[in-house]
């Protein structure tokens, strides 16, 4: 990696200022599911989300009944009794269906999806997800909790979650049911993506992902299709063979070619140099060839 990516050791940047400044690219960084389960949890939540009273025996990815299941809390204003309410937005339509269940029972209903807790009313039916878990990340906690506040004025349902990964894009957020997260969020990129009102190759430098494909380069080629052949692009089935990803849906099939490009830092957010840093590989799409 090349050190000037990082910054100097007296300066301190937040995590999400310092991704913007050397450019990183937001494709193929999205979490990988098939299925979202959303907890309402009460309280101050802690680092990691998982170590909350209510949420004992859960971790972030679990394979459950749907599949690889994203288990992520959401701040709700609690109910007359106990009963923890749940939503859970499974299939390729991501179709959510809403529970109210004892305590005891969630670790069973999230493994097991049945309707025995089903509640009458549905979920909500266009969601944004936005991480604002401010004891994972300050970015998420600044920047997302007032992204979150602006969404509000939008016809969407905005729920505040816990950590999806990649705070050095916050405001980042993850949109139901078209499944797919994006980067540096804000009320003009939300209206694009919820209206239509512009071309995907037009906003797709900040679109994380789908999260029905593979990060790196499954997510990227997948964004490559969808910048070339507009919203009505929904990925069925995703393969990929070291840098060469294969895409279908509706009907129609893709080969798209990828490499690597550069190795970059995610910094620690605030801390001096950056450190102790990660490193992850960007990916940028060769060719692509309808099959």
């Known amino acids: 990696m090349d050190s000037r990516l990082l910054p100097a050791g007296d300066h301190a940047p937040r995590c999400t200022d ?28 802690p680092k990691p ?24 809390a959401f701040r709700h204003e609690p109910g007359s009794d106990d009963r923890v309410l749940v939503y859970i937005y499974s299939g390729r339509q991501m ?22 807790w089903r509640r009458e009313e549905p ?14 990340d300050v970015c998420c906690g600044t920047d997302g909790t007032r992204f979150a506040i602006e969404a509000g004025t939008r ?19 993850l949109l ?28 797709i430098g900040r679109c994380r992902g789908s999260i029905f494909a593979p990060p790196g380069p499954g997510q990227v080629a997948e964004c490559a299709v969808l910048a070339e ?31 690597e490009t550069r190795i970059v830092p995610t910094i620690a957010c605030r801390a001096p140099g950056g450190e102790p840093s990660k490193t992850s590989t960007e990916f940028e799409v060769t060719g692509m060839w309808e099959l």
């Open 49 to 72: 989300v998982f170590a909350h009273p209510l949420l004992t025996g859960l971790a972030p990815r679990m394979d459950t009944k749907l599949g690889m299941t994203r288990i992520l």
């Open 155 to 173: 016809d969407v349902t905005v729920l505040k979650i816990s950590h999806t990964g990649g705070h050095r894009f916050a405001p980042t957020a």
């Open 176 to 203: 139901l049911p078209d499944a797919r997260m994006w980067a540096h969020m804000d009320v003009a990129l939300l209206d694009v993506i919820l209206d239509r009102s512009g071309e995907p190759r037009e906003i």
């Open 18 to 45: 310092w991704s913007s400044s050397i450019a990183l690219d937001p494709r193929g960084t999205a979490f990988a599911a098939d299925s979202v389960t959303l907890i309402a949890t009460p309280g101050a939540w």
């Open 123 to 136: 979920p909500p039916s266009r969601v944004v997800a936005v991480c604002t878990q401010g004891s994972h």
């Open 229 to 259: 052949q507009g919203w009505n692009w929904q990925p069925e089935t995703v393969a990929v063979t070291g840098m060469d990803v294969v895409l279908s849906g509706g009907g129609r099939a893709f080969r798209v070619a990828t490499r």
């Open 95 to 116: 179709a959510g269906k809403a529970y109210l269940v004892p305590p005891s029972e969630l670790s069973n209903l999230v493994a097991h999806p049945h309707d025995r």
